[in-house]
Every structure is written in structure tokens, then in C-alpha cells.
């Protein structure tokens, strides 16, 4: 999972190319003026929702939302550049099948542990706060999933407080929640040590409804990516152990052994997230200091 800056960024913005191979600035910002009419459609569209749901027309209220399925998938490349190019959950760019618009709160439906269902979050269709990027593999599978822990508030439209809800899905846009993922040597993902019971249950819900650790071509990637980390590890120490005195090839080694660690912990690395925990996973400042 990757941490994503939502709250500050905009289609407006320009995002730095994260393909050195492209030759032109993968996502082209919007004019203000664009912006602004999308976001005038978002209030115009949710204030069709409002008047259906308000006159009982839930069939028609829903058939609104796949009608304009489109809109929200204009923002398609934008939400991609925001992680460069890689899928928001599951941090790869291809194993994880296409990407789809997600929404983190479900919009016709919201499933309970127990597969209760209650009213989605269909005031929130509109609202790109609300969007994730996620490949479908782990999309098709989470569907209209959104469990609360018991006792949690439950966000309506006529009370609408998500920010007070207790709920289960780890959210890429909140660094809190990023920080409880960590991974084991076999490409699994695993809570962070010293974590409550609490944000371990969240954990091991996220991880089965996304299929974080069950899609086998991930895991092995991953599993792959901790392997080349720990090559490059010994390789440092190595050369770090043979670079007293004057000794131009260690030198030369470390220099090469630290630039392919920053390379893969850099965020624009599939599966940086991993690289960085099995770096930081020894506990070396000479080492965290090439992920800090």
C-alpha cells in the first residue's frame, strides 16, 4: 500500500513525470476552468441522487450512478500519476490486473462482516475524495465490502460522518494507516509489530477482502523483491567492510550498492513499500539512511 497525498493535490497540479523513458509529461494539468465544471457536475449529479433516494426511487437512484460512471473515470489518469502508475493497494503497475476507479466507500452498497447489507455511500459517487486507484484483481473481490467495527457511528446522508467512522478497510490517503502494513520474507503481507489487536484485525480484513496475499504473482514478486534487497544488503556490508583505507573498487561498490537500494525504495518503484521494510527491517542507521 501506498500512501497517497489526496487532500493536497489536485488535477490542476503538475505531477513529475515517474517513466524516465517518456518523452512528454505523462498527465497534462486541467485548466481551473475545467476543474471547476467537473466539480459543478459532481454537485449537480449528486443533487439528482438526493431527489431519488428522497422520492424512494432507489432503482433509479442507481441507474443514475452507472449512467455516469464516466465522469468519475475522467479522473482516471490523473489518480495513476498521483502514484506513478501503480495501483494505490497493491503497489504494482500489471500483476494486479487493469486498474479500476475505485470507491473507497462503497456508492449502491455496503457489506458488513457478517454480509449485512446496508445503503451505500451514494452522496459520495461524485466526490473524488472518495477515489482510489486499485487493480481489479483486488477490486472485483472487496465489491461493495465496507465493514464498521460494532458500536462505530454509521455515515448517512442526512448525518454524514465518515471522518467519526470506526471502519475496517485501510485507506491509502491516510499515512496512519499505511504505516500498519509491514512484510515477512516470503512476500506476505503482515501488521506492523507492536500494533493492537484492533489494527491487526484491520489488517488481516484488508489483506483477505484485496487479495494482497492470495493473488500468488504478487506475493512472489514481492517475495522476489526482498530477496534482491537482502543481495544488495550483504553487498554493502561487504564493501563497507573493505573501504578502509585506499581502496577505489569497494569504494566504487558501496556507490553502486547505495544508488540500486534508492532506486528500489524510491517511491516511484513497484513495490517500494517493500524494499524499504526489509531495509529498515535490520535495524542499521548506515542503511535507513538511504530510505530516509
Request: net charge negative.
Amino acid at each position: 500500500m501506498i500512501w497517497i497525498d489526496l487532500k493536497n493535490k489536485y488535477p490542476t497540479s503538475v505531477i513529475p513525470n515517474w517513466d524516465p523513458k517518456a518523452k512528454a509529461q505523462q498527465w497534462i494539468p486541467w485548466t481551473q476552468e475545467k476543474w471547476d465544471a467537473w466539480l459543478a457536475r459532481s454537485k449537480q449529479l449528486v443533487a439528482e441522487l438526493a431527489a431519488l433516494d428522497a422520492a424512494g426511487q432507489r432503482e433509479e437512484r442507481n441507474a443514475l450512478l452507472d449512467a455516469n460512471r464516466g465522469h468519475w473515470g475522467e479522473l482516471k489518469d490523473w489518480l495513476l500519476a498521483l502514484s506513478a502508475g501503480k495501483c494505490w493497494f497493491s503497489e504494482v503497475r500489471e500483476l494486479y490486473s487493469h486498474y479500476d476507479v475505485e470507491h473507497f466507500r462503497p456508492k449502491k452498497e455496503a457489506k458488513a462482516l457478517d454480509s449485512v447489507v446496508r445503503d451505500g455511500y451514494w452522496w459520495l459517487a461524485f466526490d473524488y475524495m472518495n477515489f482510489r486507484v486499485c487493480g481489479n484483481v483486488g477490486n472485483r473481490k472487496k465489491g461493495g465490502w465496507f465493514p464498521l467495527k460494532d458500536g462505530s457511528l454509521c455515515s448517512t446522508f442526512a448525518d454524514q460522518c465518515e471522518e467519526s467512522e470506526t471502519r475496517y478497510l485501510l485507506d491509502p490517503i491516510d499515512d496512519d494507516d499505511v504505516d500498519l502494513i509491514a512484510f515477512d520474507e516470503e512476500g506476505k503481507v503482515i501488521p506492523m509489530p507492536g500494533t493492537s489487536e484492533w489494527d491487526q484485525q484491520r489488517v488481516q480484513e484488508t489483506v483477505t477482502r484485496l487479495k494482497l496475499n492470495d493473488h500468488v504473482p504478487l506475493a512472489e514478486e514481492r517475495r522476489k523483491v526482498w530477496q534482491k534487497i537482502d543481495d544488495l544488503i550483504e553487498d554493502f556490508k561487504a564493501a563497507k567492510a573493505r573501504c578502509g583505507g585506499n581502496n577505489p573498487a569497494a569504494k566504487a561498490k558501496l556507490l553502486e550498492v547505495r544508488s540500486n537500494i534508492r532506486e528500489m525504495t524510491s517511491r516511484t518503484a513497484e513495490l517500494s513499500a517493500v524494499a524499504r521494510w526489509c531495509v529498515l527491517f535490520r535495524n542499521d542507521p548506515l542503511l535507513s539512511k538511504l530510505v530516509s
